[in-house]
């Protein structure tokens, strides 16, 4: 096995570890009612509150790979993201992720961006979410600004 090949089983390896993280996140983070959900919502809490975000997850498939203005607000959301030094993951499977985020009882319109809040009266801990950061930042040192992962299936 080649080094290249070894490089590339970790790397799906830490993506697929860092998906199952992500779910315990979110459900987590639902629990504590600590998202912020729709491209709309979350760029509201980060242009009043920045500080409060913890993390940003920005979902995308192939029926909305083409659209234009989701692209333009993504390219926004992920800027400001590296201005004030928010993780930040791409996934691919919209559905999934509404699945996780949302409620049963309602289907999600807009579930392309989900932000992990702080609550300010007092922050949750969770290791999953050390999990994420540490991943953003190995995937950074790799000038992959934004890594993409997959959330598991159910």
């Not at 080649?2 to 199952?20: D, N, P, Y």
């Not at 004030?84 to 699945?99: G, K, T």
């Not at 319109?109 to 949750?124: K, R, Y």
Request: net charge negative; with cysteine; proline share 3%.
């Amino acid at each position: 096995m080649t080094l290249e090949e070894v490089l590339i089983q970790k790397t799906a390896e830490r993506a697929q570890c860092t998906g199952q993280a992500l779910e315990e996140v979110l459900v987590s983070a639902k629990d504590n009612q600590s998202l912020t959900v729709g491209v709309y919502e979350c760029a509201k809490v980060m242009n009043l509150d920045p500080d409060s975000v913890s993390f940003c997850v920005l979902a995308t498939d192939e029926q909305f790979e083409c659209d234009i203005a989701l692209q333009i607000h993504f390219t926004l959301i992920q800027s400001f993201c590296f201005d004030n030094d928010i993780s930040i993951i791409r996934v691919s499977d919209v559905q999934r992720l509404a699945e996780l985020v949302g409620d049963k009882a309602e289907q999600l319109e807009d579930a392309h961006c989900v932000l992990i809040t702080n609550p300010a009266e007092g922050s949750w801990e969770d290791p999953a979410l050390e999990k994420l950061h540490l991943f953003c930042e190995e995937s950074r040192r790799l000038n992959d600004w934004v890594p993409e992962v997959s959330l598991p299936a159910r």
